[in-house]
């Protein structure tokens, strides 16, 4: 049997050190309640997983669609392990949702290929602004339901398997 790069289903959460990682954000202001609330889930995990908070830079767009390409230029730079993708997509009554979720997410995946460095896709796309807040807890434990923390630990596993694979 040949080697396993990341921790096995039924083995438990991975909690990857992020000591020494570097890591990206990017954050949507539109949403801004949501967002800064995923914003702080990510950034409380990251310091719990050893990040330090200078090797975390921030960019701000102005919405969810807007975020695959600075994600992707943030990604091409090669200064980051992972990049962070932050926003909030909440359904209304018209057809904004669809042009705007899927092609978010696809353009997030896109560039994640394009690059090889993973960007997580910590984009809530929700019916109403009570699934966003739920979604979104701040309770001062990482371990709450917040989707912004786990995409930091998302990012901190896959730029470990990463690194292992790349490694040999």
């Known amino acids: 049997m040949g080697r396993n790069f990341s921790t096995p289903p039924g083995e438990g959460e991975a909690h990857v050190d992020g000591t020494g990682r570097r890591i990206g954000i990017v954050c949507a202001r539109w949403n801004e309640v949501v967002t800064g609330r995923l914003l702080r889930g990510a950034r409380e995990t990251l310091a719990a997983r050893g990040v330090a908070d200078e090797d975390v830079d921030l960019a701000w767009v102005p ?24 926003g909030c997509v ?49 309770e001062g434990d990482v371990s709450g339901d917040n989707k912004g923390a786990e995409a930091a630990d998302t990012a901190l596993e896959v730029a470990a398997v990463l690194a292992a694979l790349r490694a040999g």
């Open 63 to 86: 919405g969810a669609f807007e975020l695959p390409l600075a994600a992707k230029v943030m990604a091409g730079t090669g200064r980051y392990d992972a990049v962070i993708a932050i």
């Open 90 to 138: 909440i359904r209304g009554d018209t057809a904004h949702f669809e042009y705007v979720a899927g092609p978010t997410a696809e353009g997030i995946m896109s560039a994640q290929l394009s690059t090889e460095v993973p960007i997580i896709l910590g984009v809530l796309t929700v019916e109403d602004r009570r699934q966003a807040l739920v979604r979104s807890v701040i």
